[in-house]
Nanobody, 124 residues
Framework: VQLQASGGGLVQAGGSLRLSCAASGRTISDYAVGWFRQVPGKEREFAAGISWGGGSTYYPDSVQGRFTISRDNAKSTVYLLMNSLKPEDTAKYYC??????????????????WGQGTLVTVSS
């Protein structure tokens, strides 16, 4: 499975971005998918997750109410809509999935496949 993340960029605080994670090589419709983010010098942190069917979503408190994860299994694509962005959301965002992701996990070690990341920069 190859994951291609896109949609990052520079946005002002309060703005919005939509990230996409397109999978190829194999369907990911039976895997949960997570979005993680990382800033230099810090550990990768969980930003959002969605179950294989899309019926369940998970967010940390830091993004709850501002981020929305969704998926289109027919397109093998997962999205992360980020609203009301804050400077502290600045990070490189990665999507992840894999056969061990039967359910959403907040631990990066539970995912097998990772995209290359897309950079999100929020200016104040």
């Amino acid at each position: 499975v190859q994951l291609q993340a896109s949609g990052g960029g520079l946005v002002q605080a309060g703005g919005s971005l939509r990230l996409s994670c397109a999978a190829s090589g194999r369907t990911i419709s039976d895997y949960a998918v997570g979005w993680f983010r990382q800033v230099p010098g810090k550990e990768r942190e969980f930003a959002a997750g969605i179950s294989w069917g899309g019926g369940s979503t998970y967010y940390p408190d830091s993004v709850q109410g501002r981020f929305t994860i969704s998926r289109d299994n027919a397109k093998s694509t997962v999205y992360l809509l980020m609203n009301s962005l804050k400077p502290e959301d600045t990070a490189k965002y990665y999507c992840a999935t894999g056969p061990r992701a039967v359910v959403v996990s907040t631990k990066s070690s539970d995912y097998d496949y990772w995209g290359q990341g897309t950079l999100v920069t929020v200016s104040s």
